[in-house]
C-alpha cells in the first residue's frame, strides 16, 4: 500500500532548510577550489571548468523550462494522486526529449568543433549530471515541500563527492576523475530519487508519446525563453568585459559577483519553498493574500539587513575570499549589493507571484527588456568606465525586473509594510554602526569580520523580535516547552 503524501511543513522551516542547503552550496566549493586548484594545476583545472561551461550550456537545453512549469502545475494536483501521475509522466516525457536533443547537441560539438578535441571522455562524464538530474525528476520532491529529505540528501551526497576527490584525486593527470567526484553528487541524488519518489509517493513516471501537446510545451518554451534570457543577461557582464577590456576587468568583475550571486543564491533559495504552497491555494480557488504579505514582510526583514550588512563589510568579505591582489572589487561589491535588494525583491514578485499565476509571458517579456538594456548599456559604458559600468547595468537590469513584478501582480498583491520598512531602518542604522565600530576597534580583518557579523545578527534578531512579540512569543513559548519535555523525557 502506497504511503500517503506527509502534510507539508511550515513555510519557515522549509525556507530555512533550502537556505542551509544553498549555504552548503557555498562552502563546498570553499573546500574543493583550493585542492583542486594545487593538485590538478592550472591547465587541467581550466580544462575541467571549460568542460562544465559547456555542460552548463547544454544543460540549459537539457532542462528546457520543465522544472519550474513542472513544479507550478504539479503543486495543483498533488493531493490526486491519478492526475499527478499522468502529469509526471508527461512532464517527464518531455524532459526525457529534450534531454536527447540536448546530448545530440553535445555529440555534434564533439564531431564538428574542434575546439573539443581531446575532450570527449572529459564532456561525456561530465554530461552524466544531465542524464541523472532528468532522471531523478527531483521537481516531485518539490512540490511535496519535502525539503528535510532534499537537504539531507544533498548534503550526504555532497560528503560522498567530497570522499572520492581525495580519495581519487592526487596529481594532474586525474583531472577526469575530479570531473567523475564532481558529477557524482548528480549522479548520486538522481539513483536515490527515483527509488525514494517511487516508496514515498507511489509516484513513478514513465516515458509515453502522450505529452500533453500545447497545454505543457506552450508554456514551458515560454519558461524556457525566460530562462535563456535572463541567463544571457546575467552572464553577459563577464563576457563582455572580457571583450571590450581585458582578463584582468573579467578577474576583478568576477571576484566580486561570486560572492553577490552567492547571497543572492542563498536568499532566493528561501523565497523558492514559498512557490507549491501558492500554486496549491490557487487550484483550491483559496485567497493567498495572507501568505503572500507574510513572506514579503518576512523576505524585508531579512533582505535589507543583508543587503546593508553587505555594503558594510564588501571590502573586508573580498580580501578574506579573494586576497588582497583583489582589493579593487571591494567597491564593485557595494554596488552589487545594492542590486542585491532588487533582485532578491523582484524573485520574489516573479517567482514567487507571476509564474504561479501563470504570468510567465510577461516574465519572458520583461527579462528581453532587462537583457536587451544590460547588453546596450554594457556596450556603450564598459569600454569607458570598465568594470564599475558592468557593476551599475547589473543594479539597472535587476531594477527592471522588479518593476515588471511591481506592475503586473498589483491585482495579486495588496501589501501594508510600513511597520517592516521602520524594523529594517532600524536594523540598518545598527549594523552599520556596528561595522564602523568594529573597524575603528579592530585591526585584523577576521576579527572585524566575525564581530560584525555575530553583533549584527543578534542585534537584527532582538530588534525583530521586540518589533514582532506578540507573533513570535507564541512560538518561543512552544520551542521552551518541547525543549522541557525533551530533557524530561532524557532524564
Known sequence: ???????????????????????????????????????????????????????????????????????????????????????????????????????????MLLLFWKKTDGYSVLLLIQSLCILFTTLGTDWINTVYEDYAYITVRYIICHLISLALMFLLV?????????????????????????????????????FTLDIGGNKHLGPIMILFGSTVASFFYINSDVVML??????????????????????KQVLNASLAVAIPRVSNNIAGNKDNTVLLNKIRTALLLILMPACCGLF??????????????????????KILSIALFFATS????????????????????????????????????????????????????????????VI????????????????????ICLILAIAFAADLIFSSNIAILAVTVALSVLSVALVIFLAYYKEASPHVRLFFKKLAKDRGTQN
Open 1 to 107: 500500500m502506497d504511503k500517503a503524501p506527509k502534510k507539508p511543513g511550515s513555510l519557515k522551516k522549509n525556507s530555512a532548510l533550502n537556505a542551509m542547503r544553498q549555504v552548503c552550496a557555498v562552502l563546498f566549493p570553499l573546500v574543493t577550489f583550493p585542492y583542486a586548484t594545487r593538485v590538478l594545476g592550472a591547465g587541467n583545472y581550466g580544462k575541467v571548468q571549460f568542460g562544465f561551461s559547456i555542460i552548463g550550456c547544454i544543460a540549459l537545453v537539457a532542462c528546457l523550462g520543465v522544472i519550474e512549469y513542472a513544479i507550478r502545475e504539479g503543486a495543483k494536483v498533488r493531493d490526486d494522486k491519478a492526475s499527478f501521475q499522468k502529469l509526471a509522466s508527461q512532464v517527464f516525457s518531455i524532459n526525457i526529449m529534450s534531454m536527447a536533443f540536448s546530448y545530440l547537441l553535445l555529440i
Open 170 to 206: 592526487h596529481g594532474p593527470e586525474d583531472y577526469i576523475l575530479y570531473a567523475l567526484a564532481c558529477v557524482s553528487t548528480d549522479v548520486l541524488a538522481g539513483i536515490a530519487n527515483v527509488f525514494y519518489i517511487r516508496r514515498r509517493y507511489g509516484i513513478s513516471p514513465r
Open 242 to 263: 572580457g571583450i571590450l577590456k581585458d582578463e584582468y576587468a573579467v578577474g576583478i568583475y568576477s571576484a566580486a559577483a561570486r560572492i553577490y550571486l552567492s547571497v
Open 312 to 333: 558594510a563589510i564588501s571590502d573586508n568579505i573580498v580580501l578574506l575570499f579573494s586576497g588582497s591582489g583583489y582589493l579593487e572589487a571591494g567597491p564593485l561589491l
Open 346 to 405: 523582484g524573485c520574489y514578485y516573479v517567482s514567487v507571484i507571476m509564474i504561479p499565476y501563470k504570468k510567465e509571458k510577461l516574465v519572458l517579456y520583461g527579462t528581453i527588456v532587462s537583457a536587451v538594456v544590460n547588453v546596450g548599456l554594457n556596450a556603450v559604458f564598459i569600454p569607458i568606465y570598465g568594470y564599475y559600468a558592468a557593476a551599475v547595468t547589473t543594479v539597472i537590469s535587476e531594477v527592471i525586473m522588479l518593476a515588471t513584478g
Open 408 to 427: 503586473f501582480t498589483r491585482s495579486e498583491v495588496r501589501p501594508n509594510l510600513v511597520k517592516p520598512y521602520i524594523v529594517s531602518a532600524v536594523n
